[in-house]
């Protein structure tokens, strides 16, 4: 574009909102529509702050995140079965930039709903007008007394952020001698990535077949049962991984006792070599004035995700109380992005918010290294409901494992990666 | 395995559509045209941003909207094999699927 094409441009642009402003010298610029202030570059955030800037190019989008990369969980437990690295799942944030997101690499530690701006760790106050809300998830370890410490975490790893501890727990997965036990806790339902246990247990199970086979996988659910895809995980425990997976429903972990390596649940104690305790969770730490539903969630209507509690702040992703069958995936938190996206937009132009939103997931899960299968849905507005419901007729399983269900397992998350932060 | 080194397909991506003068930027967009748009903004959680596929899913970006809403209309009846695009394609009505193959279709591409 030309100066003289650019100045026709914002021209045009500002002159409907009548937000053009020209500073004095030869270069100008055009004064914002509205200030966006994103918190947290997950699979939710990094979306919403690029869909925003992509839809409404005059809106000033700024994200705050406090890791230098996003490291997808995604794809990650293959990384414990030693078939996947680390670095294959890291994307950095200068895609965003290109599309004129300000990323600012900080940590968001306070909101203030009042005077709208949220206080930073480190830099200035970043005042919004609207606010999108993408926090993830924080882990409830006060709910398992023995590991409320710091250096007890340490020591019994969740690696349910993806990260440093994925690569801790490989390596501890190296380590632990062939006929060892390596035991999986699995906490109530609803958590982070209702699949995702079941799928370490199944790909670290196949890499104990093929590295250390007179080794033991114990899993310990807190649920009654398998909390997704329990025909598919169950066909190849009892299959392909007979002798070493063992799983046992209602075993919710009460109590850890670090010094003699065993979890006490209700009914019994369990020893092992090693622990990967997935803790109870809930909204991420900076969503906690948010928070509507069981003292962990935040409720927020299904038009735009605007939370039930302030009305101008959007909550997306994994800290929402979902909608019934929406489970918290990367998926979704993308998808809720883009109907926050365009409901913010909405409001700042002052057009209506459509009242159709129609939003889809997909989790495709590993049962070996190579092979996968997923679990579908499409999920569509009901105003009687006033929420979003899944579709009846549409969405489903996959009939079996396939190989080229894990190829499309990759491309999903290359896409993925690639809608968010490309 | 698919290895993924591959921010620099990434980069390449982002530049384009950052770039492109596609219908999404336009920021004067209808009320009907921002809805079909973020339906087709659900797809993109596979086939990439407008439907500019990196690979492994196929593209959707620039292509004929008939081949299109027919290939979706395969999906829903089972005519055409499918992995998942047919537990995708019957969420949708007819005239929904219509308004996003005709979106995906006016997505410009480089050619």
Redesign the interface.
């Known amino acids: 574009m030309t100066a003289l094409d650019r100045r026709h441009f914002l021209l045009a642009a500002g002159a409907g909102a009548g937000s053009l402003a020209l500073s004095g010298c030869a270069s100008f610029s055009q004064r914002p529509l509205a200030r966006v202030v994103v918190i947290g570059g997950g699979y939710g955030g990094a979306t919403a702050a690029k869909y925003l800037k992509l839809w409404e190019p005059r809106l000033e989008v700024t994200l705050v995140e406090r890791n230098e990369a996003f490291v997808s969980c995604p794809i990650s437990n293959l990384v414990l079965a030693g078939t996947e690295r680390i670095e294959n799942l890291t994307v950095r944030y200068d895609g965003l930039g290109r599309h004129g997101v300000r990323v600012v690499r900080d940590e968001a530690v306070a909101i203030d709903y009042e005077r709208r701006v949220v206080r930073l760790a480190r830099g200035d106050a970043l005042p919004w007008d609207r606010l999108v809300v993408a926090p993830g998830i924080d882990f409830l370890y006060s709910q398992i007394p023995g590991l409320e410490s710091p250096q007890a975490q340490e020591q019994v790893l969740h690696a349910w952020r993806a990260g440093p501890q994925t690569v801790e727990l490989r390596r501890r997965l190296e380590a632990m001698p062939d006929g060892g036990t390596f035991a999986i806790s699995i906490p109530r339902a609803p958590y982070r990535c209702p699949p995702g246990p079941y799928e370490r247990a199944s790909v670290v199970a196949d890499y104990f077949r093929k590295a250390k086979p007179r080794s033991k996988l114990l899993i310990l659910d807190a649920n009654p049962d398998v909390t997704s895809k329990p025909a598919l995980f169950k066909a190849v425990w009892a299959e392909r991984y007979k002798g070493i997976v063992e799983y046992r429903p209602n075993s919710e972990l009460v109590e850890f006792d670090l010094r003699n390596r065993t979890a006490r649940l209700q009914v019994e104690d369990v020893k092992a070599d090693l622990f990967n305790v997935i803790p109870p969770q809930r909204a991420g730490r900076i969503a906690e004035g948010l928070i509507t539903v069981n003292r962990q969630w935040v409720g927020v209507e299904f038009l735009g995700f605007e939370s039930q509690k302030i009305p101008g702040v959007h909550v997306i992703g994994d800290a929402i109380a979902a909608a019934p069958a929406m489970p918290k995936s990367g998926f979704m938190a993308n998808n809720h992005a883009k109907v926050a996206a365009a409901a913010v937009i909405a409001r700042i132009t002052g057009q209506p918010v459509s009242e159709s939103p129609i939003i889809a997931n997909t989790c495709y899960s590993f049962l070996t290294t190579t092979e996968a299968v997923h679990v579908a849905s499409v999920h569509k507005y009901d105003p009687k409901q006033k929420t979003l419901v899944p579709v009846p007729g549409a969405g489903g399983l996959s009939p079996g494992r396939t190989e080229l269900e894990g190829q499309y397992a990759y491309a999903w998350a290359r896409n993925i990666w690639a809608d968010a932060l490309g | ?7 620099r397909r ?2 390449a ?3 384009l ?2 770039a492109s003068t596609s219908p ?2 336009l ?3 209808t ?1 009907a045209e ?2 079909v ?3 087709a ?9 407008e439907g500019r ?5 196929p593209a959707l970006a620039g292509r004929s909207a008939d081949d299109l809403y027919r290939a979706l209309i395969e999906f829903r009846t089972g005519k055409r094999p499918a ?2 695009m047919h ?6 009505t007819e005239d ?1 699927l219509r308004r996003i193959a005709d979106w995906f279709a006016s997505v410009k591409i480089a050619r």
């Open positions: 395995m698919p290895q993924f080194p591959f921010a990434l980069a991506a982002g530049a559509l950052a999404v930027a920021a004067q967009a009320p921002r809805e748009r973020t339906w903004a659900s797809c993109a959680a596979c086939h990439n941003t596929s990196l690979g492994g899913m992995t998942v537990q995708h394609a019957r969420g949708y929904e």
